[in-house]
T-cell receptor, first 108, second 112 residues
Framework: GQQVQQSPASLVLQEGENAELQCNFS?????MQWFYQRPGGSLVSLFYNPSGTKHSGRLTSTTVIKERRSSLHISSSQTTDSGTYLCALTGNTGKLIFGLGTTLQVQP | EAAVTQSPRNKVAVTGGKVTLSCNQT?????MYWYRQDTGHGLRLIHY???????EKGDIPDGYKASRPSQENFSLILELATPSQTSVYFC???????????FGHGTKLSVL
């Protein structure tokens, strides 16, 4: 089965609303990363967060290893936040394993 | 900001033809990766390298070869392209195993 599961698969928000994206994993964790991808675009690294909480502007990433989960919180969403958010973890193999992503649409 | 450049950006190939996708990074990273991205499968690792002269098989290496002639360059080679290899291919570089990755803009490959 999928070692990295993201939820929800898709999300529609009104501008200004907050979003909470989840990433759950079933394998051991050495590191966790969050990426942002525009349709047809490249992946932009948002966070490298093996554990704990990190902040970047309106974004917050929290990884709790013992609960096998990581979350990405977007506050006061904007239309430019629309796109796909991907989490990826590195397990004992050293290779990065990606989730299928959460597609976010922020409406004006 | 780290720079990873892929070429070409778009490629149309014929079945049975040879395709080479190129990737160049100016980050001086030891590790480089090739992924393909398909709807329903997400990003899957094809080949990777831990340094010049080395290549390793990823999770879906069949039908692909890789070459790492220098620290900066990492190529993905399809000797006999098939329609099932139609996809978007991403190259990435990183400075450590499991470390932060930086991606190129992707190559959209269509095999007819």
């Amino acid at each position: 089965g999928q070692q990295v599961q993201q939820s929800p698969a898709s999300l529609v928000l009104q501008e200004g609303e907050n979003a909470e994206l989840q990433c759950n994993f079933s394998t051991s964790l050495n590191s966790m990363q969050w990426f942002y991808q525009r349709p047809g675009g490249s992946l932009v690294s948002l966070f490298y967060n093996p554990s704990g909480t990190k902040h970047s502007g309106r974004l917050t990433s929290t990884t709790v290893i013992k609960e096998r989960r990581s979350s990405l919180h977007i506050s006061s969403s904007q239309t430019t936040d629309s796109g796909t958010y991907l989490c990826a973890l590195t397990g004992n193999t050293g290779k990065l394993i990606f989730g299928l992503g959460t597609t976010l649409q922020v409406q004006p | 900001e780290a720079a990873v450049t892929q070429s070409p950006r778009n490629k149309v190939a014929v079945t049975g033809g040879k395709v080479t996708l190129s990737c160049n990074q100016t980050n001086n990273h030891n590790n480089m990766y090739w992924y393909r991205q398909d709807t329903g499968h997400g990003l899957r690792l094809i080949h990777y390298s831990y340094g010049a002269g080395s290549t390793e098989k990823g999770d879906i290496p069949d039908g692909y070869k890789a070459s790492r002639p220098s620290q900066e360059n990492f190529s993905l080679i399809l000797e006999l392209a098939t329609p099932s290899q139609t996809s978007v291919y991403f190259c990435a570089s990183g400075d450590a195993r499991g470390g932060r990755l930086f991606f190129g803009h992707g190559t959209k490959l269509s095999v007819l």
